[in-house]
Each structure stands twice: as structure tokens, then as C-alpha cells.
């Protein structure tokens, strides 16, 4: 890929939660929820999306998050993707070709069946043909998960469903940054230094 290519920092995160109806007993249906956020490397605009999978695996949510993040993307760029989840990062780094040779099926006690989520991973492989993209783990302690969870970003919707949330957010006009991408500012000053050194003043400039 051109190295003058658009480099992108993909954040995902996604969680279940018990649904619960008004004056009905609960039972153990569950709303899933994902959410990404895509910003430029030099921290200048920010894209994001969030939306409701009623009943979803949280393993579906995870990777959904990441498709959507993937999708939005209007041009062959190079992406940095920042996830918690080990299914995701498992997958990128040593399920998709072998998945794509297999015609999106592995082997299971001796049986060739499909692979999860082959919907998703099928679609993650067909943004890669346009994309660089490196995934690595997002790493956090128990207590900044526990507050990032319980935090008003991760409460997006009423329990009627309102369809997919974006926004776009460029810096020169509203530098403040939303919680969820606020949590992350450490590791990307540390990842940028490393990617694009060049970067690393610019950021500790929006963040000062």
C-alpha cells in the first residue's frame, strides 16, 4: 500500500446487557451493543457509530463493531485497530487465511464445520483487500473497565430501538474529545510516537 495512505486509529467495544420491559418479569433475553470510534492518526477528525443487536453474542458484537468501523472508511487507508477482545485479535491473526482456504470453514473434532460469525469474518477479509490494517489488544485494568462500562457513553439508547448513531466530529471546531475516546488518550500518544513519530506533538498539543 502507498505509505502516503490515510492512517486511521480504529477503536471497538461492545457489551450485553439484561433487557428489561416495563411492567414485564425479566427473563433472559439481553440487548447487545457495539460502538466504534475511527479518528486520524494526527487527531484532526473523528467518526463514530453506535447501535443495538437485540439477543447478539457478545463474540458478534465485538467483531460487528470492528466490520462497521472497517466499512466506513471511504478510501484505501492504513488502520491501527485498538481492541479488548482476544476472539477479534485471534481471528486477524491466525484464522483469516486459513478460514479463506477452507472456503470459511475449520476443522472441529475431526469435521470440517463453519466458521462463527463467517458472515462478519467474510466481510472483515473484503475490507482488507482495500486496507492495512494491524490489530493489536487494548489493554486496561479492571477498574477502567468497570468505569468505562458504567459510563454515559456506553448508555446510547432508549429501549426502543432508533437505528444506527453517528457523528463527525472535526477537531479545528469542537476539540473536546468523548469519553470513550478520552480513555484511550495514553495509548495513543504511546502508539503514534511508535507509528508516526512525527505525530506525537501535534496530539500532546489537543490533549494538553
Not at 71 to 78: C, F, G, T
Request: glycine share 4%; charged share 30%.
Amino acid at each position: 500500500m502507498n505509505a502516503s495512505a490515510p492512517h486511521y486509529l480504529l477503536f471497538s467495544e461492545s457489551r450485553a446487557r439484561r433487557a428489561r420491559i416495563r411492567n414485564q418479569p425479566l427473563d433472559d433475553s439481553h440487548i447487545g451493543e457495539w460502538r466504534f470510534v475511527l479518528e486520524t492518526a494526527d487527531g484532526s477528525a473523528r467518526f463514530e457509530a453506535a447501535d443495538e443487536e437485540p439477543d447478539a453474542e457478545l463474540e458478534r458484537l465485538e467483531l460487528l463493531a470492528v466490520v462497521r468501523g472497517l466499512e466506513a472508511l471511504n478510501q484505501p487507508s492504513r488502520v491501527t485497530l485498538l481492541t479488548a477482545s482476544r476472539y477479534v485479535s485471534r481471528g486477524f491473526r491466525f484464522g483469516l487465511s486459513e478460514w479463506r482456504e477452507n472456503d470459511w470453514h475449520w476443522e472441529r473434532y475431526g469435521e470440517m464445520a463453519p466458521v462463527k460469525n463467517g458472515d462478519l469474518w467474510r466481510r472483515v477479509d473484503r475490507a482488507m483487500q482495500f486496507h492495512q490494517v494491524e490489530c493489536r489488544i487494548w489493554r486496561f485494568d479492571p477498574a477502567e473497565t468497570h468505569s468505562r462500562v458504567r459510563s454515559p457513553a456506553m448508555k446510547m439508547h432508549s429501549p426502543r430501538r432508533q437505528g444506527t448513531k453517528m457523528s463527525h466530529t472535526n477537531r479545528a471546531t469542537t476539540p473536546r474529545r468523548s469519553r470513550f475516546t478520552e480513555s484511550c488518550a495514553g495509548l495513543c500518544r504511546d502508539m503514534l510516537q511508535r507509528l508516526r513519530p512525527n505525530a506525537r506533538t501535534a496530539m500532546d498539543a489537543q490533549t494538553a
